[in-house]
């Protein structure tokens, strides 16, 4: 009984489906890739800037279309305040999922 137990535990322990173990391949250098981004920032008042320059909330969807135009792979870096509802950030990622824009959601780095 001890054995079977000492079996399953060993098995249990190494066995593990939802783990994918990868070793990645090493480069020499790295290759800094130049994009343009767009950087939508919403302040906790729900002021709303592009690229620094502020538009009220009806013009975003306009704004993002004339800047993204002519962009290959559009990329909107979002900058939005903490105090915002998920409700907040979702509603401007619906904006960007109807353009087919690529949103990143901006955080603080760890002190």
């Given at each position: 009984?001890?054995?079977?137990?000492?079996?399953?535990?060993?098995?249990?322990?190494?066995?593990?489906?939802?783990?994918?173990?990868?070793?990645?391949?090493?480069?020499?250098?790295?290759?800094?890739?130049?994009?343009?981004?767009?950087?939508l920032s919403?302040?906790?008042d729900?002021?709303?800037?592009?690229?620094?320059?502020?538009?009220?909330?009806?013009?975003?969807?306009?704004?993002?279309t004339?800047?993204?135009?002519?962009?290959?792979?559009?990329t909107?870096?979002?900058r939005?305040d903490?105090?915002?509802?998920?409700?907040?950030?979702?509603?401007?990622?619906?904006?960007?999922a109807?353009?087919?824009?690529?949103?990143?959601?901006?955080?603080?780095?760890?002190?």
């Amino acid at each position: 009984m001890f054995f079977l137990l000492l079996f399953f535990l060993i098995i249990s322990t190494v066995a593990n489906p939802s783990v994918i173990k990868l070793m990645l391949p090493r480069a020499s250098s790295a290759q800094a890739v130049s994009k343009q981004i767009i950087t939508l920032s919403v302040t906790a008042d729900k002021s709303y800037y592009i690229n620094n320059k502020a538009i009220v909330r009806e013009q975003l969807e306009t704004r993002l279309t004339e800047m993204v135009a002519s962009m290959p792979e559009p990329t909107v870096l979002l900058r939005a305040d903490q105090s915002l509802t998920i409700q907040d950030l979702v509603d401007v990622m619906q904006v960007g999922a109807k353009l087919k824009i690529k949103m990143v959601l901006a955080t603080a780095s760890p002190r």
